[in-house]
């Protein structure tokens, strides 16, 4: 019964996808990421929390002596450690996906709205041609402009922000990167110190 409820509302979401234009349907992704995300933020900290108490608890066994009870405990430890660096590389996945979404979204505003322009310029243009054949001539160029800056947002937002190659990083984002490496170390190794 699960599945087929399941199965039905999953076929209602992609029929609801297909009727969306392009700027609901990024606004959609962003939202159900963000839900998503945040499922797994709360999985996280659920799972941080347990790994808390069974390092308390395996600290508590060496304390007394209880070596077979302290390995047990850091066995499970090593164990979660493994779930939470998967999950905390898939939120950042997505967390970058995110990003990713959001950068097109801002620029498809930027090209819907750059589309709305060009017709009002060539209004004006057509209107100044006989009375002011240079204002025109200006128009004209500013035109060539706004279509010149739409095309490279467009090629940008599929070329640049393609989610199939989502690891190729400059220079600086690698700089960047390594900064964050250092820290995330720095961060683990105070929230999860070596027994």
Same mark, same amino acid.
């Given at each position: 019964?699960?599945?087929?409820?399941?199965?039905?509302?999953?076929?209602?979401?992609?029929? #609801?996808?297909?009727?969306?234009?392009?700027?609901?349907?990024?606004?959609?992704?962003?939202?159900?990421?963000?839900?998503?995300?945040?499922?797994?933020?709360?999985?996280?900290?659920?799972?941080?929390?347990?790994?808390?108490?069974?390092?308390?608890?395996?600290?508590?066994?060496?304390?007394?002596?209880?070596?077979?009870?302290?390995?047990?405990?850091?066995?499970?430890?090593?164990?979660?450690?493994?779930?939470?660096?998967?999950?905390?590389?898939?939120?950042?996945?997505?967390?970058?996906?995110?990003?990713?979404?959001?950068?097109?979204?801002?620029?498809?505003?930027?090209?819907?709205?750059?589309?709305?322009?060009?017709?009002?310029?060539?209004?004006?243009?057509?209107?100044?041609?006989?009375?002011?054949?240079?204002?025109?001539?200006?128009?004209?160029?500013?035109?060539?402009?706004?279509? #010149?800056?739409?095309?490279?947002?467009?090629?940008?937002?599929?070329?640049?922000?393609?989610?199939?190659?989502?690891?190729?990083?400059?220079?600086?984002?690698?700089?960047?990167?390594?900064?964050?490496?250092?820290?995330?170390?720095?961060?683990?190794?105070?929230?999860?110190?070596?027994?």
């Amino acid at each position: 019964m699960l599945t087929s409820i399941g199965s039905e509302s999953l076929d209602e979401i992609r029929k #609801a996808l297909k009727t969306m234009n392009l700027g609901k349907k990024i606004v959609y992704s962003i939202y159900k990421l963000n839900s998503e995300i945040s499922r797994i933020d709360r999985f996280l900290h659920g799972l941080k929390n347990r790994e808390k108490e069974l390092y308390n608890a395996a600290v508590e066994a060496k304390m007394r002596g209880d070596e077979i009870r302290a390995s047990i405990y850091a066995s499970e430890i090593a164990e979660l450690r493994k779930i939470i660096r998967i999950l905390e590389m898939s939120k950042l996945s997505l967390e970058r996906t995110l990003l990713k979404l959001r950068t097109i979204h801002q620029l498809g505003d930027v090209v819907e709205a750059a589309k709305q322009i060009e017709p009002m310029i060539c209004d004006v243009k057509k209107s100044l041609g006989k009375v002011m054949p240079e204002i025109s001539w200006e128009l004209d160029g500013i035109r060539e402009s706004l279509l #010149a800056a739409v095309s490279e947002i467009a090629s940008y937002s599929i070329e640049e922000s393609s989610i199939e190659t989502p690891y190729t990083t400059s220079s600086e984002a690698r700089s960047v990167l390594e900064e964050a490496k250092k820290e995330a170390e720095k961060r683990v190794k105070k929230k999860f110190p070596k027994p």
